[in-house]
């Protein structure tokens, strides 16, 4: 694990240009990445791709909760991810990279 | 190809030709049928029906098949074995194999007057037709025979609004079903009815009017009783005229004698149906016709298949009285107990036939609440499936059926009418059947008469299928009672839905549920507010997504009329944004390809070329399809473009369970393929038929005959109250054709409904209809004119102006498709990439 102090830090965008419930695409470092803003107003990055179909749709799933996991469903086949760890439930094995994102003057900032 | 001539079109008939054709894959038989009716095969059971306005059409039984040559109205005269053919009067047909199925004919005493006009039987679609014409200002009817056949002629002259007699010569009414104390139970609900009856008495004679039509009858016991027209419902006879006629051994009481496999005394020519003595009995039911169809079906295709016996069961609704009777109903077997229960309170009758030490269920009677019929009739043979009281008694105390089902044993047939076993069912559930209409079309169970459909419900409770109506995890309600909760109590959002009756923050399920119901509940723009986070892409970006990330456009194109300015247009965006071009099933043309930051520009120019959303993306009506009808074609009797266009533009944009398709024809050939659309319609010389519950996809199904020869204005009160109640108490994702056979009462209940207004909603539904009407705008004009709605539509927030780098294309037949090169999609069980940090 990166030391947090010599993390490079992305700045993507403000943070009410996320939605509540729903997420956005971004650009970091050349990687696409997906950031959701869950109901308590938490921030969740994951990639972009969904693993399954291959496509980079995740940002544009529905966001919602099972159990207590903040969730995500591909918007392709439905299969729904952890946003915190980015395990896929619904396929073992499978999963999405999760990214570090904070807040800082209300602007979105991601690192990976 | 050898030659199998059937004779006769009746139930068991159509019944054989199918199971034929279903088995013969290698086409070893050319089928010819002759038919005596002028109707192909028809649902003889529910005849009765005709007289509550069932239509001759809905009661049909046939599919169309090329390969099989009906000859409707072609009797068999004979049959000539030494040379193998079937002679009608129109010609000679030769047979490697004949099988007779020409059913029963109506036994009619050898009575003074029995040949008056105004004399009828009760056995065809013919007879009934001709019943209903002569009683047309008539009074008063009389039905000789107090049996099945009799009590539904006396409730058939009685809906002809005919004051009824019934005369039966034993000294109770249905002597075959059911023993003294339930025909004196039934007797009472008869009478209720006002219809007279009278048991213990012969008919003597039928005597004329001046004119020769009946005047009335005189009975054994000296009584007049005066009546313009008779119904002789006494009894039937087998049809083994023909038969008898070629030599072919016959039974003493009439009925072509077959051993086990259904062969007579020809080895070449089988006897099926009620024509046919099985070791010399006739069964007068069509559950032993069916058994008898399929083992000769499967004789012919080399196997061996024997008849198995026959469960003489019946249960009935008779002038509204349930009734059944099952096994030994009236205690024949030597040293059997009776367990009787009478309740003059709620008029039930019931009463259990058990074996001499009180532990075998051997038969029985119900009159009055049937309700126990299948569990018990199941149980027959076996040990009772609970205490005889606790199965007798009316289900609310106790309740205790569903512990019977548990306890019947596993070869115990649950659907009686098509054989099908408590195994077979629960086998089928196991693989994967998760509702009555699966259970149905996986195993024929419950296609029928239907009175095994209880049992079907509980065999899935007891095997633990999520019968919980819980939508998922974050509501215990179904779709329906959350549509209610939401329309009661004015809840407009999802927050306030799932806090007050949910949990959680929801998921993919109930969201876009949620999210479809507030649409049809009137909230306005479907992506405003927190209903934004609700929607499925597809819906989030008002286009379909594809399997590459890209998106389709289907632009609205009302009954698959255009102009060519508007085809130009299309074909200039298309070119323009590099997409791909296909012409859809349902008349319209879909754009391929479009990046989610294109779709504002392609928008922009469809709108401003007067082009609408197509709603393609959402669960929502999608298309009315048409045919060009009266306008150019030569048979076209109306102008089915025309309502095309106005139903489609009247139902746009309306949000429901599941997708909902259309189609209109402009006459009966039906070119607009309207019968395997949610609703459909076709053109008649005097307007319009509705037919509902079609579709086309995994499980085909065609639309029923809902109601005929409707004017515009009535045909969309109908399809508005239709398309209302749909939305309304369907559950999430079920068409509309699994929604009314999911119904309890079927298509008899939704008519109910929705033309007599049985739940007293229609005002509701109309209303809420017009306000869909009313309230309907262009979901994409919207969006484009609202810079805050542009705004989603971006590919990368922080980059905007860099489109997706993974998406590319390749040119195949002339046109842009998905690149596969590196996107290939990973299989399942390989190393996925980068796992958490
Ligand atoms: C009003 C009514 C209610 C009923 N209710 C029930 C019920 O609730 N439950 C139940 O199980 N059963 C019921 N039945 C009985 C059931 O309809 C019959 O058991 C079933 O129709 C028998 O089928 P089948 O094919 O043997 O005979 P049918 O259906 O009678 O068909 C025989 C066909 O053969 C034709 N035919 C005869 N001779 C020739 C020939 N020489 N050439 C060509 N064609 C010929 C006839 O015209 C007829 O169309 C009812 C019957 C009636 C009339
Ligand atoms: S359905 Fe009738 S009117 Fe329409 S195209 Fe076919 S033949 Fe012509």
């Known amino acids: 694990m990166t030391d947090t102090l010599t993390q490079q830090w992305t700045v993507v965008c403000p943070y009410d240009r996320v939605d509540p419930e729903r997420g956005v695409a971004a650009l970091v470092g050349g990687e696409q990445v997906a950031i959701f803003r869950t ?34 469903a591909s918007p392709l086949h439905k299969q729904v991810y952890d946003l915190r760890t980015g395990e896929c439930l619904d396929e073992p094995g499978v999963s999405v990279p999760v990214y570090n994102v904070r807040l800082r003057d209300d602007m979105i900032e991601i690192s990976r | 190809m050898k030659n199998l001539v059937v004779v006769g079109n009746g139930m068991v008939g159509q019944r054989f030709v199918e199971a034929v054709r279903s088995r013969d894959t290698t086409g070893e038989w050319r089928i010819t049928v002759l038919a005596e009716e002028g109707r192909p095969a028809y649902d003889r059971v529910r005849l009765s029906a005709f007289f509550d306005g069932v239509s001759p059409e809905e009661l049909s039984l046939h599919t169309p098949d090329d390969e099989v040559d009906l000859r409707l109205g072609e009797p068999v005269v004979s049959l000539d074995r030494e040379r193998r053919v079937a002679v009608t009067g129109a010609g000679e ?28 039987v009760y056995r065809t679609l013919d007879d009934l037709e001709a019943i209903r014409d002569f009683a ?15 009590l539904e002629a006396a409730n058939a002259l009685r809906l002809l609004d005919l004051s009824t007699h019934v005369i039966e010569f034993a000294p109770r009414l249905m002597p075959v079903q059911v023993d003294e104390a339930g025909g004196a139970m039934l007797r009472r609900y008869v009478e209720d009815l006002d219809v007279k009856v009278h048991t213990g008495a012969a008919t003597t004679a039928i005597r004329p009017r001046n004119d020769g ?19 002789v419902a006494a009894g039937v006879r087998p049809r083994d005229d023909v038969a008898r006629a070629a030599g072919i051994a016959v039974g003493d009481r009439g009925g072509i004698l077959v051993d086990g496999t259904c062969q007579t005394s020809d080895d070449r020519i089988f006897a099926i149906g009620e024509c046919a003595a099985v070791d010399g009995l006739c069964y007068g039911l069509v559950a032993p016709g069916y058994a008898m169809a399929e083992v000769v079906a499967d004789r012919l295709l080399g196997g061996q298949a024997t008849f198995p016996g026959a469960d003489l069961s019946t249960k009935l609704k008779l002038l509204g009285v349930d009734v059944a009777s099952f096994g030994d109903a009236h205690g024949t077997t030597e040293g059997c107990l ?10 039930v009758y019931a009463k259990l036939v058990l074996s001499d030490d009180a532990q075998t269920l051997l038969g029985g009677v119900l009159v009055g609440d049937a309700t126990a019929y299948p569990t018990l009739r199941a149980s027959v043979g076996g040990a009772l499936p609970g205490p005889p009281l606790a199965l007798l008694a009316p289900e609310s105390e106790g309740g205790g059926t569903g512990a019977g089902i548990a306890a019947l044993p596993g070869s115990a047939q649950v659907c009686s009418c098509n054989a099908v076993t408590k195994d077979q069912i629960i086998g089928a559930i196991h693989e994967g059947c998760t509702d009555v209409g699966a259970i149905k079309s996986c195993t024929r169970a419950g296609t029928s008469c239907g009175s095994c459909v209880p049992m079907l419900k509980q065999l899935l409770a007891v095997s633990g299928v999520q019968m919980s109506k819980a939508l998922c995890e974050h509501f215990d309600h179904s779709r329906q009672e959350l549509f209610e909760i939401i329309r009661v109590r004015g809840i407009r959002t999802f927050s306030q839905l799932v806090a007050e009756h949910g ?10 549920a949620v999210a479809s119901i507030l649409a049809a509940l009137g909230s306005g723009y479907i992506l405003d507010g927190e209903q934004a986070a609700l929607q499925d892409t597809n819906d989030h ?45 349902g008349q319209r043309i879909d754009l391929f390809g479009a990046r989610v930051e294109q779709l504002p520009q392609i928008w922009r120019r469809l709108v401003d070329a007067g082009f609408e959303s197509g709603h393609a993306y959402g669960k929502a009506l999608r298309t009315v399809k048409s045919c060009v009808g009266s306008t150019w074609c030569r048979y076209g009797v109306q102008d089915s473009v025309g309502l095309a266009v106005a139903l489609e533009l009247r139902y746009r944009g309306l949000r429901a369970p599941h997708k909902l398709k259309s189609a209109v024809s402009g006459c009966a050939r039906e070119c607009a393929e309207a019968r395997s659309k949610d609703f459909g319609v076709i053109a008649t010389d005097n307007g319009w038929n509705l037919y509902v519950g079609g579709n086309g996809g995994f499980r085909p199904r065609h639309a029923d005959l809902f109601a005929s020869d409707l004017s515009t204005e009535e045909l969309v009160r109908l399809i508005d109250r239709f398309l209302m109640f749909y939305i309304r108490t369907a559950d999430r994702l079920q068409r509309t054709a699994a929604w009314i056979e999911a119904m309890e009462g079927g298509l008899d209940h939704l008519r109910a409904v929705i033309v007599d207004d049985s739940l007293g909603l229609c005002d509701e539904l109309d209303a809420a209809m017009a306000q869909h009407v009313g309230a309907y705008e262009d979901e994409w004009r919207a969006t484009i004119e609202d810079p805050e709605r542009v705004r989603r539509f971006t590919s990368f927030v922080n980059a905007p102006d860099t489109p997706d780098p993974s998406i590319s294309f390749e040119v195949e037949r002339g046109q842009p498709v998905p690149a596969l090169g590196e996107r290939r999609p990973v299989t399942l069980g390989l190393p996925t990439m980068g796992a958490r940090q």
């Not at chain 2, 949990?503 to 876009?512: F, L, T, Y």
Request: with cysteine.
């Open chain 2, 136 to 150: 047309k200002g008539k009074r008063t009817g009389a039905v000789i025979g107090g049996g099945l056949l009799g």
């Open chain 2, 541 to 585: 970006f008002l286009a379909n997504i594809q399997k590459d990330g890209t998106y389709s456009v289907v632009p609205r194109i009302p009954g698959g009329e255009i102009t060519p300015e508007k085809l130009i247009v299309i074909g200039e965006v298309a070119r323009d944004f590099n997409l791909y071009t296909k012409i859809t099933g």
């Open chain 2, 503 to 512: 949990r959680g923050r929801g998921c993919d399920i109930c969201k876009p």
């Open chain 2, 213 to 231: 039509d009946v005047h009335g009858l005189t009975l054994s016991n000296g009584e007049w009783i005066q009546a313009d027209i008779v119904v």
């Open chain 2, 93 to 120: 047909y030769p047979y490697d194999a004949l099988v007779l199925a020409t059913g029963s004919y109506p036994f009619v005493p050898p009575i003074d007057g029995r040949d008056l006009s105004g004399v009828f």
């Open chain 2, 338 to 347: 009776d367990v009787t229960f009478t309740d003059p309170a709620t008029r």
């Open chain 1, 39 to 72: 109901f308590d107003g938490s921030l969740y990055a994951i990639g972009n791709r969904d693993p399954i179909a291959g496509a980079y749709v995740m940002s544009r799933g529905i966001v919602g909760t099972r159990g207590d996991a903040p969730t995500v």
